[in-house]
Structure formats: structure tokens, C-alpha cells
DNA sequence: ATAATAACCTGAGGGC
DNA sequence: TGCCCTCAGGTTATTA
């Protein structure tokens, strides 16, 4: 589910009421995640939550000693809620705070992640071969081109591979192209320069304008309010079974890599 | 190195 | 109602 917006919109709800806060008690109801929960993480009462960052769809808790390495996978989200609140089904973290507050993880799935790491987590297996953050200076049109021309894989398959840019998943990378102007199965090397440059201009676009609406809830996504995200209204083909809303062209799917593609046969090419 | 495929899970929704 | 099938915001590991 949650993408590089979703990522960012629980991590801005969640910092005002974990940063500063000093860890009371983590309760472990369920620790079969992607990777199993470490013991170390139930021994982390007394720590303080230093900051709250993002790197891709990786959340980055740095504590007074240490740090938490979220990942929410499919279907994981993040609430904060009074500590007297019931626990809901696959609520498989608990992180009780000093200010009566808790953290609480739900992910169904069980596709999502919580590592703890004692170095620097930038530096861990699983992010040191990240690339750049879209929403940065330093992914331009010039390095998408670059990682374009060697490849004849599909582009949507390229944009969506996080060691050439992070956080673009499923539904934003057909949105973006969509904006672009481009297929989503058009070979990465047959894409000119100027459309890499409109491709990387959509990215960014897309993807703050999500964050700006704090996300896109299809299923399981939430704010750390309980909220929806409300980029779900500003979809253009994620999910249309109908009619392009530029065109009116009868909106094609596709599967690639096992995953659904929409396009427009007439507005992108 | 790049590309294609299977695998990890639960739940919702459609067809019969 | 219930059963069976397909599909769902991701990523890694394994094969060609």
C-alpha cells in the first residue's frame, strides 16, 4: 500500500506526538513480519525518540542509543492513540510513550518490517543501495536518462526499481506516466531526453501533490488519525475501468512484473 | 549486470 | 450463505 506519500504523510503525523518522548513499555503481539521482530526491540523501554525521518518507504526512528527501521510494506499503517484505546486486530506493535500516548503498527499483511539497528541506519543492508530521493536535487532528468539508455526494460518497471529511485510504487508510477505522456511498457532506452525530463517533472509533482492530500487510501491506508488520504478523488488511470478523464479514450490494463498497469492509448504514447 | 518469476501473508469482492 | 477464485500501495531471493 503506502508509497513514498503515504510514508511521509504517516511520518509527519506521528512526529509531534513521538519526538522528544521517552519510550515507557513495547509490547510485541505479533513478531512473524517480513523479518522477525529482534528481542532487543521489547528491551527498548527507556529510550528516548530522538527524530523521525523518511528515506524512501523506510521510516528511521533515531533513539538516544540506536534505531528503529520501519517498513510498512502492503498493508501497514501507524496510528497515535490514547493508551486506554483497544487493541485492533493485526495491531502487532505497541510502543507505549511517556505522554500517555501510544504508537500503534497494524499491517494484515505482515509484508512490513521493524528492524533495530545500532549503526548508522543509512548505512544497513537494506538502504546503502537506495537511489536518490525523487523529491531532491539530486534525481534529475540527466540521471533518469543515464539509467534509461542501457535498459529495454519497461520504463514503468525502471521508475518503480528502488535502486534507481525511491518510494515510487504501483500507483503513482501510472500516474506519473500518465502525466508524461508515456506508455508504461515503452522500453526505458527508446525515451528521448526531453520526455526523461517531462517523466522526472511528473514524478515530483505527483508525488507532493499526494503528500499534500496526505495520501491515497484504497484499503488499508490511514493518517496517524485515523483518516483517509484524500489523493484518492485526484487519481487519473490507477484503477479506472472507464474512460481517460483527458480524452474520454476507453482507459487499457495490463499486467507487468504481476502488476496492474493503466494507460491511455491516445494521451500517452 | 539485467531481466523474469516465485515467494512471503491476509482480506475483500465477484461469480456461481 | 458459502466456497473458490482473483486481486491488492512491496520487496527480496532465486533463477535464466
Given at each position: ?70 517498513h510498512l510494506g502492503m498493508s501497514g499503517s501507524m496510528r497515535i492513540l490514547p493508551q486506554s484505546a483497544a487493541a485492533q486486530s493485526h ?40 537511489g536518490p530521493e525523487p523529491l531532491e536535487n539530486s534525481f534529475t532528468s540527466e540521471y533518469l536518462y543515464r539509467c534509461c539508455r542501457s ?15 525511491v518510494g515510487i510504487g504501483n500507483i503513482y508510477a501510472s500516474e506519473a506516466l500518465f502525466q508524461a505522456g508515456i506508455r508504461p511498457a ?84
Amino acid at each position: 500500500m503506502p508509497e513514498l506519500p503515504e510514508v511521509e504523510t504517516t511520518r509527519r503525523g506521528i512526529e509531534p506526538h513521538i519526538q522528544n518522548q521517552i519510550i515507557d513499555r513495547v509490547i510485541l503481539r505479533e513478531t512473524r513480519l517480513r523479518w522477525p521482530i529482534s528481542e532487543q526491540v521489547a528491551g527498548l523501554a527507556g529510550r528516548r525518540i530522538i527524530a523521525v525521518t523518511r528515506r524512501g518507504k523506510y521510516l528511521l526512528m533515531q533513539l538516544d542509543q540506536g534505531h528503529l527501521i520501519w517498513h510498512l510494506g502492503m498493508s501497514g499503517s501507524m496510528r497515535i492513540l490514547p493508551q486506554s484505546a483497544a487493541a485492533q486486530s493485526h495491531e502487532h506493535v505497541e510502543i507505549k510513550l511517556g505522554n500517555g500516548l501510544s504508537l500503534k503498527f497494524r499491517d494484515p499483511r505482515r509484508f512490513g518490517a521493524l528492524l533495530y539497528s545500532e549503526q548508522d541506519p543509512l548505512q544497513h543492508r537494506l538502504l546503502s543501495n537506495l537511489g536518490p530521493e525523487p523529491l531532491e536535487n539530486s534525481f534529475t532528468s540527466e540521471y533518469l536518462y543515464r539509467c534509461c539508455r542501457s535498459r529495454k526494460a519497461a520504463i514503468k518497471l525502471v521508475i518503480m526499481n528502488s535502486q534507481i529511485v525511491v518510494g515510487i510504487g504501483n500507483i503513482y508510477a501510472s500516474e506519473a506516466l500518465f502525466q508524461a505522456g508515456i506508455r508504461p511498457a515503452r522500453a526505458a532506452r527508446r525515451i528521448s531526453k526531453p520526455r526523461c525530463a517531462r517523466l522526472v517533472d511528473s514524478i515530483r509533482e505527483i508525488l507532493a501533490s499526494a503528500i499534500d492530500q496526505g495520501g491515497t487510501t484504497l484499503q488499508d491506508f490511514t493518517q496517524a488519525d485515523g483518516n483517509p488520504g484524500y489523493f484518492t478523488q485526484s487519481l487519473q488511470v490507477y484503477g479506472n475501468k472507464d474512460s481517460c478523464h483527458h480524452c474520454g479514450t476507453r482507459i487499457k490494463h495490463l499486467l507487468q512484473g504481476q502488476r496492474s498497469s493503466y494507460y491511455c492509448p491516445l494521451c500517452q504514447s
